[in-house]
C-alpha cells in the first residue's frame, strides 16, 4: 500500500534549505518519476506543483529557487529551497511514483522559515546605550556629585587659617577697622589746627616785636 511520511525542517531567511526525499532505486525497480508540491500529498498527483523529475532529469520546473541538487540515480530527490523566505514556509509533499496500483510513496515535510535571530550581547546593544540620551552623561555626573561622602572638619585638609574664629570676632575686627577709619581724619583735624595756632601766635609776637621797636 502507499507510504507516508513526514518531518519538519527549519531554517534562516536568506540561506538555501534542503528538505528531505530518498528513495529505494531496487525497490522501484529503477528510478522512477517523482513530483513536488505544495500541500499535503493529495490521491494523485501533486496539488500546486513545483517540480517534476523522470527519474534521470528535471522535465519541469515551476521556480528557479526550487531546485533537486541530490544524485537522482541514487533515488536522492531532496528538494532545495535556494535564498529561502519567509513565505517559503508551509507543507511540501514529495510523491514517489511506484508502478502499481496504490504504490506510490508520500512524504510530507513541514517547512519553517524564520529570521536569523541577532544577540543581546553584540556591539548593537552597545551603541544603543551609547545612544540613549547623551544627557544621560551629565546626568549621572551629578548624580555621582551628589552622592559623594561628606567629610568632617577634622578630616578636610587645613588649606588657610581662618581669620575668624566665631561671629563675634568678626563683629570685633570690623568694629575696630570702623573706629580706626574715623579716627584717623579727626587725628589729622587736630594736628592741623595746633599748627594753624602756633602759627597764629607766631604772627601777633612777631607783630607786637615790631610795634614795640616803632615805638
Known amino acids: 500500500g502507499p507510504t507516508v511520511s513526514g518531518s519538519v525542517v527549519r531554517g534562516n531567511v536568506g540561506q538555501n534549505v534542503t528538505v528531505p526525499c530518498l528513495y529505494s532505486v531496487e525497490m522501484t525497480q529503477g528510478v522512477t518519476s517523482v513530483c513536488w ?51 517559503d514556509s508551509g ?19 513541514k517547512l519553517v522559515i524564520e529570521k536569523a535571530k541577532i544577540s543581546t550581547a553584540s556591539p548593537h546593544t552597545y551603541t544603543s546605550e551609547q545612544t540613549s540620551a547623551q544627557g544621560s552623561t551629565s546626568e549621572s555626573s551629578f548624580t555621582t ?34 573706629d580706626m577709619s574715623v579716627s584717623l581724619p579727626r587725628q589729622q583735624y587736630s594736628e592741623n589746627g595746633l599748627y594753624i595756632g602756633i602759627g597764629l601766635c607766631a604772627v601777633l609776637l612777631a607783630g607786637l616785636i615790631l610795634a614795640l621797636f616803632l615805638v
Open 37 to 87: 508540491g505544495r500541500g499535503s500529498c493529495p490521491a494523485s498527483k501533486c496539488d500546486q506543483t513545483i517540480i517534476w523529475t523522470d527519474g534521470w532529469k528535471v522535465t519541469e520546473q515551476y521556480n528557479r529557487r526550487y531546485t533537486l541538487q541530490g544524485n537522482l540515480l541514487a533515488g536522492d530527490v531532496s528538494l532545495t529551497v535556494v535564498n529561502a523566505e519567509e513565505a
Open 91 to 109: 507543507t511540501y509533499c514529495c510523491r514517489v511514483e511506484v508502478p502499481g496500483w496504490f504504490n506510490d510513496q508520500r512524504h510530507n515535510h
Open 145 to 178: 556629585a551628589r552622592t559623594w561622602p561628606s567629610v568632617s572638619a577634622s578630616e578636610a585638609p587645613q588649606t588657610a587659617s581662618d581669620p575668624c574664629s566665631s561671629a563675634l570676632d568678626c563683629l570685633d575686627v570690623t568694629a575696630n577697622l570702623q
